[in-house]
Each structure stands twice: as structure tokens, then as C-alpha cells.
């Protein structure tokens, strides 16, 4: 009998635990896919599940660990979001459109932590081609958010994090284009990560909004998000925009003090509109310990940020346009049954295929990109973009990191926002910068509000500075416990 | 400025997505909101702004002009929803 708890061990001592035989790689994956099978029917959280395909991993990894060649990840398993290919894995991008489709390769992630040699647990339900900020869109049905199953999870990666919210997965790997690694993070009370654009190779990692696209990883603590990272973070020569920079120990400085840290407050994040009062109490807490921890806060000002969400929703369906012609019912995924030509094909194969989120959004970018409104709506929010880019750049000549609310509210309700598009979109209104500018930001557990459900806190870094991100997330984390707080229904 | 049916059916048919006659009654209200939104860069002044295509200056990579990929059909075509003798299938476009 294994006698771990998977509530809050952190991939450092499930690790310790593997490498002195503590207990084997097949028992820790049974635990967590006896957690999924109890708790998953309430959740929605995964879309593909593969036991004998994961259980001969850990199989691999024990055989591996016997030979004494394990790396820090080795024997673990990690849940996948459903848009990184995986040889063999249904890959659905939560969508009726790939609902057929199994990867015939792996993408760069996969490939890292296979090497590592950690067991794929499953793959993670999310919003339909990680277009939505609630997972409603997912053509497989809503995530559950764990802390309160009437509760949205955030989106789109909401599987990644009620997943490991309710410890069915010690960590997640998930995508961000607008918000959708950190605001379900912060919905669901957990811990999550977004590199610097270009960190981590969008490689098999199927395409929304290219120029916004970013891998990342979600788990309960910043310790855990840096071990991930060690694994994931590398140059690629299969995505065109991947940087090559030297490796990097992202766990190396976690232990420095604080002492110095410049954070910035932007104005228009703490203005008060638009953020609840429980998030702007949970805020305030965190720069308290902040202050407590050595740090100093100063005021920025981010005076275009009022605008991402607009320039976002021109320039992100544009893109997503263009992306997802390649959906045509004739090489792979979704096909209509019936068509008099092949216009017809494509047109039936898309109608069909396409939840209507992603209908709106092919539209809008065929929209903005359509003649005589080109230079109006894509090039006038390319020049906002580069003016919102301008704004942090003068922004972090003040200071070391930016903080700020994840999410203006709590976990909302199912349904609450579906009818409206643009509620919606305003979800991700502090959030969708970071992509804009290409920063690397996360959002960590930082209190909770009303019925007991998670607040966040996010923080921004500058470029390629993930290290100190999370150094500045693991301080906090060593003198609060918000990220060790387990949904109740996760003890069921 | 919210679009009517024809401007709605002609971005349909640019994307390629049939439309039905209720899609179309739901999307006008709320593609008439998306576009407020986006109606709201138009205010901003932006003269002699670059426009950015992406937050990093990169430098377009160049490698050998070698093949690097083997032959992947026999992987990939099996996906394909109609196949045959290695071709992809599609309605007649030819008489």
C-alpha cells in the first residue's frame, strides 16, 4: 500500500520518494488514475484516458530508475492538454473537428517529458481550440471547477487546472494565448506558468493565434512550475519563432531573498473598476507579505492596457483565421457526409466541425482581414500592440516584476456570461497584455473569496525572466499556505 | 455599425463555414458587440507608430537547402476520411 499523500507532496519529493524506491512509478500512477476514476465523472477533466498506455510508461520509468538513470522527473506522471500531439493519443484540441484525430507525432513538449521519462496520465479537456476564458466551449461538455462544481474552472485550459486542483495530477501542462494558462490557475486555486514567447516550442502544439501561442505548466507551487520548466524550456528548430538561449536551472535562485524587490503596481489594475472587492482584499494581503519579505512597491503606469482586449480580438482572430483554414474535411479530422462539390465540402465539413465560438472568431478575423477594413482594424491594433509593448517596457525600467489581479472576479457560473461574447472576452482583461507583449507572467493561489473559492494573484516578469518570477511566487509561497488549500471535494 | 444578413453571409463564404438561417439571427447582436469593442482602436492616436507584428525582434533562421523530413505518408494519409490508392478523395471538380 502506497503511503504518499498525493494532497501536497511537491515533484521534488514525489521524486526523492521514487529515486529511494519508496514507492514505484506503476503505484503513484495507479494512485492518480484511481483519483481520476473516482473523481472524474463530476469533473469533466479529461477528455482521453489510456491506462495501459501510461501504465507501460511508468513501467519504463521503474526499469529506468532501477538502472539508476532517472532524471528529476522521471516515474511522474503529468497530465497533457489536449492540443499537444501525442503519437498514438486522440488529440481533439476539444473540438467535434479533431474528435477522429490521433496524433501521428509528438510535439516538442511531449517529446521533452517523454525523454524525461514521465507517463502521460491523459489528456486534458479545454475550450474548443483554446477559444473561450470559462471551457464551456469544449465540444466534450464543461470542466467542473473542483472548488464548487457550479463554478466555472476558467478556460481554456480549465482541465489542466481542475485537474490539478483536485490532485487527479501532480501538474498540468496547458497553453496561453490570452489568459488561458493563468486565469483558470486562478480560478482553480493552483499555481501556473507562462514563459516568454518563444520559450518553449510551439511544435505540435496546435495553432490558434501564432504570434500569441505559448506553452506552459500548471502544479500546485512555484517549485514545482520550476522543475517543469527545466524540462520543457528549450530551442527548437521546428518552430520557426523558438529562441535559442542557453539552458537554464530555473529552480537555482528560489531560495535568494527578497530583499530589494522592486514590484510594480500598475495604476489602471488596482483603479479599482472592474475588480472585486474580495480579489482587491486578497491583493492587498499579498503586498502586505510582499513588504513584510523586504520588498517596495512603486506605482507604474500601463496606459494603453485599457486596450489589449480590443487589439487582442482583432489580432487573435486574424490569426485564428488563417490557422484554421487548414480544417478542409479532406486530409484529416471532420467530414461532411454529404456534398454536392467541393465548396460544399469545406463549407459543411467547417459547419459541422466548428462550435460557434470559433465560428465568431474565423469570422472576425475574415473580417478585419477583408478588403477596406485591413489597414482600419489589423494594422491600427499592430500599432496599439507595439504602444502597449512600449507601456511595460517603461514600466520595468521601475521595477523587477509587476503585480496585479489574475482575474477581476471569483470562479463565475456556467451560462453566466455564454450569451454575451464581449463579458466574455473582459474576463482575460489583465491578462491578455502579457501575450501582447510577449512576457512571461503567472498567476499563484493568493486567498479566497466569497463561498470559498480561489483568488489569484499574477505577476509579470520581464522578458526571459521566468527565474525570478518564480522566486518572487516561491518566497510568498513559503510563508502563506494558500497553495497547499485542497478543494473538499477533492477528499471524497 | 452592426452587419446585415448579406454582409454576414458574404464573411461566411470568405471563411468557408455554411451559416444556417438561426446562426445567422444569433451572430448579428453579438458580432454587432465584438465589433464595438474593436470599434474602440479607431479613437486611438497612432501616427507614425510601427505596427508590430511580434513582441520580439527576431531574425528569420535559414538553414541548408538539404531534405530533412522523411516520407511521411504512409503515416499521415491513413488519417485522411476518404482515400484511395494513396490519393485524397473529394467531390468531382472535373466533368
Given at each position: 500500500m502506497m503511503s504518499i499523500?498525493?494532497?501536497?507532496?511537491?515533484l521534488r519529493q514525489l521524486s526523492q520518494a521514487l529515486v529511494t524506491r519508496q514507492v514505484s512509478s506503476r503505484e503513484l500512477t495507479q494512485a492518480y488514475l484511481d483519483r481520476v476514476q473516482r473523481l472524474d465523472a463530476t469533473l469533466?477533466?479529461?477528455?482521453?484516458?489510456d491506462p495501459e498506455r501510461t501504465l507501460r510508461q511508468a513501467d519504463d520509468a521503474d526499469a529506468r530508475i532501477a538502472r539508476a538513470?532517472?532524471?528529476?522527473?522521471?516515474?511522474i506522471p503529468i497530465a497533457h492538454k489536449d492540443i499537444f500531439c501525442a503519437t498514438g493519443w486522440l488529440t481533439t484540441c476539444g473540438s467535434k473537428m479533431l474528435s477522429n484525430f490521433v496524433a501521428p507525432y509528438d510535439a516538442h513538449v511531449i517529446e521533452r517529458f517523454n525523454a524525461a521519462g514521465t507517463c502521460t496520465l491523459g489528456k486534458t479537456n479545454m475550450d474548443e481550440f483554446a477559444?473561450?476564458?470559462?471551457?464551456?466551449?469544449s465540444f466534450y461538455g464543461p470542466v467542473k471547477n473542483p472548488?464548487?462544481?457550479?463554478?466555472v474552472p476558467g478556460g481554456s485550459s480549465g482541465g489542466s487546472a481542475a485537474a490539478v486542483a483536485a490532485r487527479l495530477a501532480p501538474a498540468a501542462t496547458a497553453t496561453d494565448t490570452g489568459g488561458s494558462i493563468r486565469q483558470p490557475a486562478a480560478l482553480c486555486g493552483v499555481s501556473g506558468i507562462k514563459p516568454t514567447?518563444?520559450?518553449?516550442?510551439?511544435?505540435?502544439?496546435?495553432?490558434?493565434?501564432s504570434s500569441l501561442d505559448q506553452g506552459g505548466v500548471m502544479a500546485p507551487c512555484a517549485e514545482d512550475l520550476a522543475l517543469l520548466l527545466n524540462t520543457m524550456v528549450g530551442f527548437d528548430?521546428?518552430?520557426?519563432?523558438s529562441i535559442e538561449r542557453p539552458a537554464e536551472d530555473?529552480?537555482?535562485?528560489?531560495?535568494?531573498?527578497?530583499?530589494?524587490l522592486r514590484i510594480g503596481l500598475p495604476k489602471p489594475f488596482f483603479?479599482?473598476?472592474?475588480?472585486?472587492a474580495e480579489v482587491q482584499q486578497a491583493l492587498e494581503s499579498a503586498l502586505h507579505v510582499y513588504r513584510s519579505l523586504g520588498a517596495q512597491c512603486v506605482t507604474v503606469d500601463?496606459?494603453?492596457?485599457?486596450l489589449s482586449v480590443p487589439v487582442y480580438y482583432v489580432l487573435a482572430p486574424a490569426e485564428a483565421s488563417s490557422n484554421l483554414s487548414?480544417?478542409?474535411?479532406?486530409?484529416y479530422g471532420w467530414r461532411a457526409a454529404?456534398?454536392?462539390?467541393l465548396i460544399d465540402l469545406y463549407e459543411r465539413s467547417r459547419a459541422e466541425g466548428f462550435g460557434p465560438e470559433v465560428k465568431r472568431r474565423i469570422l472576425t478575423g475574415s473580417y478585419v482581414l477583408s478588403q477596406g477594413y485591413y489597414d482600419a482594424y489589423y494594422l491600427q491594433a499592430q500599432r496599439v500592440r507595439r504602444l502597449i509593448v512600449e507601456d511595460f517596457k517603461a514600466a520595468f525600467a521601475h521595477c523587477d516584476v509587476i503585480l496585479g489581479p489574475?482575474?477581476?472576479?471569483v470562479a463565475f457560473g456556467f451560462n453566466e456570461k455564454t450569451s454575451d461574447p464581449v463579458q466574455m472576452y473582459l474576463s482575460d482583461i489583465f491578462t491578455i497584455s502579457v501575450n501582447l507583449a510577449g512576457l512571461p507572467g503567472m498567476s499563484i493561489p493568493a486567498g479566497f473569496g466569497a463561498e470559498n473559492l480561489p483568488v489569484g494573484l499574477q505577476l509579470i516578469g520581464n522578458y526571459f525572466d521566468e527565474a525570478r518570477l518564480l522566486h518572487v511566487a516561491h518566497r510568498y509561497q513559503q510563508v502563506t499556505d494558500w497553495h497547499r488549500q485542497v478543494p473538499p471535494l477533492a477528499r471524497l | 455599425m452592426p452587419l446585415n444578413d448579406t454582409d454576414l453571409k458574404r464573411l461566411a463564404r470568405l471563411a468557408r463555414i455554411r451559416l444556417e438561417p438561426q446562426e445567422l439571427a444569433s451572430l448579428a447582436p453579438q458580432f454587432a458587440g465584438i465589433l464595438d469593442l474593436i470599434q474602440?482602436?479607431?479613437?486611438v492616436p497612432t501616427q507614425g507608430i510601427e505596427p508590430l507584428a511580434h513582441a520580439l525582434d527576431l531574425e528569420q533562421r535559414l538553414r541548408a537547402d538539404?531534405?530533412?523530413?522523411?516520407?511521411g505518408r504512409a503515416l499521415f494519409q491513413?488519417?485522411?476520411?476518404e482515400m484511395e490508392q494513396g490519393l485524397y478523395l473529394v467531390p468531382q471538380v472535373i466533368e
Amino acid at each position: 500500500m502506497m503511503s504518499i499523500d498525493l494532497e501536497n507532496t511537491s515533484l521534488r519529493q514525489l521524486s526523492q520518494a521514487l529515486v529511494t524506491r519508496q514507492v514505484s512509478s506503476r503505484e503513484l500512477t495507479q494512485a492518480y488514475l484511481d483519483r481520476v476514476q473516482r473523481l472524474d465523472a463530476t469533473l469533466n477533466a479529461f477528455i482521453t484516458l489510456d491506462p495501459e498506455r501510461t501504465l507501460r510508461q511508468a513501467d519504463d520509468a521503474d526499469a529506468r530508475i532501477a538502472r539508476a538513470q532517472a532524471g528529476p522527473l522521471t516515474g511522474i506522471p503529468i497530465a497533457h492538454k489536449d492540443i499537444f500531439c501525442a503519437t498514438g493519443w486522440l488529440t481533439t484540441c476539444g473540438s467535434k473537428m479533431l474528435s477522429n484525430f490521433v496524433a501521428p507525432y509528438d510535439a516538442h513538449v511531449i517529446e521533452r517529458f517523454n525523454a524525461a521519462g514521465t507517463c502521460t496520465l491523459g489528456k486534458t479537456n479545454m475550450d474548443e481550440f483554446a477559444m473561450g476564458s470559462s471551457n464551456e466551449t469544449s465540444f466534450y461538455g464543461p470542466v467542473k471547477n473542483p472548488w464548487n462544481p457550479a463554478r466555472v474552472p476558467g478556460g481554456s485550459s480549465g482541465g489542466s487546472a481542475a485537474a490539478v486542483a483536485a490532485r487527479l495530477a501532480p501538474a498540468a501542462t496547458a497553453t496561453d494565448t490570452g489568459g488561458s494558462i493563468r486565469q483558470p490557475a486562478a480560478l482553480c486555486g493552483v499555481s501556473g506558468i507562462k514563459p516568454t514567447y518563444g520559450r518553449v516550442s510551439r511544435y505540435g502544439m496546435i495553432a490558434y493565434a501564432s504570434s500569441l501561442d505559448q506553452g506552459g505548466v500548471m502544479a500546485p507551487c512555484a517549485e514545482d512550475l520550476a522543475l517543469l520548466l527545466n524540462t520543457m524550456v528549450g530551442f527548437d528548430a521546428r518552430d520557426s519563432t523558438s529562441i535559442e538561449r542557453p539552458a537554464e536551472d530555473f529552480t537555482a535562485q528560489l531560495e535568494q531573498p527578497l530583499q530589494g524587490l522592486r514590484i510594480g503596481l500598475p495604476k489602471p489594475f488596482f483603479a479599482g473598476e472592474g475588480v472585486s472587492a474580495e480579489v482587491q482584499q486578497a491583493l492587498e494581503s499579498a503586498l502586505h507579505v510582499y513588504r513584510s519579505l523586504g520588498a517596495q512597491c512603486v506605482t507604474v503606469d500601463l496606459p494603453h492596457s485599457g486596450l489589449s482586449v480590443p487589439v487582442y480580438y482583432v489580432l487573435a482572430p486574424a490569426e485564428a483565421s488563417s490557422n484554421l483554414s487548414r480544417y478542409d474535411g479532406v486530409r484529416y479530422g471532420w467530414r461532411a457526409a454529404q456534398a454536392q462539390d467541393l465548396i460544399d465540402l469545406y463549407e459543411r465539413s467547417r459547419a459541422e466541425g466548428f462550435g460557434p465560438e470559433v465560428k465568431r472568431r474565423i469570422l472576425t478575423g475574415s473580417y478585419v482581414l477583408s478588403q477596406g477594413y485591413y489597414d482600419a482594424y489589423y494594422l491600427q491594433a499592430q500599432r496599439v500592440r507595439r504602444l502597449i509593448v512600449e507601456d511595460f517596457k517603461a514600466a520595468f525600467a521601475h521595477c523587477d516584476v509587476i503585480l496585479g489581479p489574475t482575474a477581476p472576479t471569483v470562479a463565475f457560473g456556467f451560462n453566466e456570461k455564454t450569451s454575451d461574447p464581449v463579458q466574455m472576452y473582459l474576463s482575460d482583461i489583465f491578462t491578455i497584455s502579457v501575450n501582447l507583449a510577449g512576457l512571461p507572467g503567472m498567476s499563484i493561489p493568493a486567498g479566497f473569496g466569497a463561498e470559498n473559492l480561489p483568488v489569484g494573484l499574477q505577476l509579470i516578469g520581464n522578458y526571459f525572466d521566468e527565474a525570478r518570477l518564480l522566486h518572487v511566487a516561491h518566497r510568498y509561497q513559503q510563508v502563506t499556505d494558500w497553495h497547499r488549500q485542497v478543494p473538499p471535494l477533492a477528499r471524497l | 455599425m452592426p452587419l446585415n444578413d448579406t454582409d454576414l453571409k458574404r464573411l461566411a463564404r470568405l471563411a468557408r463555414i455554411r451559416l444556417e438561417p438561426q446562426e445567422l439571427a444569433s451572430l448579428a447582436p453579438q458580432f454587432a458587440g465584438i465589433l464595438d469593442l474593436i470599434q474602440q482602436l479607431q479613437a486611438v492616436p497612432t501616427q507614425g507608430i510601427e505596427p508590430l507584428a511580434h513582441a520580439l525582434d527576431l531574425e528569420q533562421r535559414l538553414r541548408a537547402d538539404e531534405v530533412t523530413e522523411a516520407d511521411g505518408r504512409a503515416l499521415f494519409q491513413p488519417l485522411a476520411p476518404e482515400m484511395e490508392q494513396g490519393l485524397y478523395l473529394v467531390p468531382q471538380v472535373i466533368e
